[in-house]
């Protein structure tokens, strides 16, 4: 029985079967290799899935809905008609529907699938993405990575060895990972990536400029007018940098937009996406401790990296024109087909080994620098380290006659935990005596399934306890909305508030997330004498800080590119 490989798209949906010797795409029931992600109700509630409701976005926009893959993993809820879906329901409909297509097709049932993910989903969204299967009447027993499926869509297993980048630029996400093959082993050394960067976020561009130009926002225009200048936009988009005209004109209501879109034009609006896609690759290189002349080849995939502007970008950066032969649209279900194969043991496929990294950072809450209270991060397993893995750090209790240590565990790069995803936590009592005498060890366990086992000991008593982490978080809930806008508004003016003292800490953050190690922890030594300084409210000491704070970050921070 076939194992449907799956790409579970922000835009567009695929799938595909390895048939014996060579990947089969399997089409829909329009004939089609693409399905749309897009969910709607018709008017006799019964659903549409794929291109009959992205064709009713503009008619019935009430009724339908598209890019939820970004609400994977969330609690958000989506109205259509007078029904509510979580992005996990959507999805699982995308999923049934081309199950029933693979069926019909191959004229046999299908019960497994292989489907792919972002490399950079966190736990949760991974979690979600395999419930949708599991909704869907999938047996889902691997997620693969999207870079990773390219990576074997292109054959770069198939080479004696080599240092790969995939570049996965979707509708909704941007993925960056770093592969080495050798000795039949693929081996990812780093991912990094931005779940909110993708086409769409081309388009928003777009459209956010042609109404600035009419004076209007979104807002100004009802939601069926939104979606037609959508499509409009959308369409104008793939014409960029080819001959002929490329004009939009629309009358929208009282509103007309008539505007020619060029080379230019787009440039000027694409360059701060682009600077966001130049974060995640270069600390992909950095994770790696590789510099781009150390890649052997620079591989596109997702439908967005057909933008020339983008290719040309890329071919900047890296000195070298990147391979797009494979259809970018395509290659992530193909490469899912070929480890659907794999899985079944196809004896036309070779034995690939694949490794993987734990994409964030998982760490705990400990008290900070001037040991006056908690909210700070400890990194225990730092981000891209290859799974299975298990560290160990310890701490020691904070306050004189402490008789319980909470652990509380979280997930992210921020070195304060408020910023990062809070996991879960556990308690253990501890025997009372002076600040610092009792040690307490801390190990946490992650797995290739994302699994995360955290086991802490108290050192004198041997007491031991532990939890699994199966699924994080998802979105807070509306009472813990509330509680932090509550928290928010009780919190008084201090120089922080300052433009010049906000800016630098927000580059500060920035800058201790991309760090690893010594020059990470250095970060956050430098960053919490800032703290200090500034809640002690002199202007002239916290100006002559600021200066050596920003030559600290100049000698970590590189922004220039393009």
Not at 215 to 244: F, H
Not at 382 to 394: D, G, H, L, Q
């Amino acid at each position: 029985m076939a194992i449907l490989g799956i790409d579970l798209g922000t835009t567009n949906s695929a799938c595909a079967i390895w048939d014996g010797d060579k990947v089969q795409l399997i089409p829909n029931r329009l004939g089609e290799f693409l399905t749309p992600s897009v969910v709607g109700i018709d008017d006799k509630g019964l659903v549409t899935v794929g291109k009959v409701a992205r064709d009713r976005l503009i008619s019935h926009s009430d009724r339908t809905v598209a890019v939820f893959k970004r609400l994977m993993g969330s609690n958000h809820q989506v109205q259509l008609a007078r029904q509510r879906f979580t992005a996990t329901e959507l999805s699982a409909l995308v999923l049934k529907s081309l199950k029933e297509d693979a069926e019909a097709f191959l004229g046999q049932p299908v019960t497994e699938a292989v489907i792919s993910v972002p490399a950079y989903f966190n736990d949760n969204q991974r979690q979600a993405t395999r419930l949708a299967g599991e909704l869907a009447g999938f047996k889902v027993e691997r997620l693969i990575n999207e870079p990773t499926a390219a990576a074997i869509a292109y054959g770069l297993n198939q080479r004696a060895e080599g240092t790969f980048l995939i570049l996965d630029l979707g509708g909704g996400t941007f993925d960056v990972s770093i592969l080495e093959f050798f000795d039949g082993v693929m081996e990812v050394h780093a991912s990094a990536g931005d779940n909110f960067l993708g086409g769409e976020d081309f388009n928003n561009a777009i459209q956010e400029a042609l109404l600035a130009e009419q004076g209007i926002t979104a807002l100004d225009l009802s939601p069926q007018q939104r979606a037609q200048l959508a499509t409009a936009v959308e369409r104008s988009k793939r014409r960029i940098g080819l001959p002929g005209d490329n004009r939009i004109s629309l009358t929208l209501g009282k509103h007309q937009i008539d505007k020619q879109i060029d080379d230019d034009w787009f440039t000027k609006l694409a360059t701060p996406l682009l600077l966001r896609a130049k974060r995640p690759i270069e600390r992909a290189l950095d994770d790696a401790k590789l510099n781009p002349g150390a890649i052997d080849e620079v591989v596109l995939v997702g439908g967005s990296t057909r933008m020339g502007l983008f290719r040309a970008t890329v071919g900047r950066m890296f000195g070298r024109l990147p391979a797009c032969h494979i259809d970018p649209d395509l290659a992530i279900a193909m490469g899912a087909a070929i480890q659907a194969g794999l899985k079944a043991k196809d004896a036309a496929l070779g034995e690939i080994v694949l490794t993987d990294v734990c994409p964030y950072t998982l760490g705990t809450e400990v008290n900070g620098p001037d040991s006056k209270g908690g909210g700070y991060f400890m990194p225990i397993i730092e981000r891209n380290s290859t799974v299975p893995v298990s560290v160990e750090r310890s701490v020691v209790t904070a306050h004189d006659n402490q008789q319980v240590v909470r652990v509380a565990i979280y997930q992210g790069e921020s070195r304060l935990v408020a910023n990062n995803i809070h996991l879960g936590e556990l308690e253990l009592a501890v025997p009372p005596g002076p600040a610092g005498s009792q040690q307490v060890d801390i190990r946490y366990s992650y797995d290739m399934n994302g699994l995360l086992a955290v086991d802490v000991t108290v050192a004198s008593t041997g007491l031991k306890v532990n939890k699994v982490i199966e699924q994080a978080p998802g979105a807070l809930s509306t009472a813990q909305k509330a509680e932090a806008l509550a928290r928010l508004d009780k919190l008084k003016f201090h120089p922080r508030d300052q433009e010049e003292n906000r800016a630098l800490l927000a580059r500060g953050e920035r800058v201790y997330q991309s760090s690893l190690g010594d020059q990470r922890e250095y970060v956050a030594n430098v960053l919490g004498e800032f703290d200090k300084v500034l809640e002690r409210q002199n202007p002239q000491e916290i100006a002559r800080l600021r200066a050596k704070v920003n030559e600290v970050l100049d000698k970590f921070d590189r922004d220039n590119w393009l």
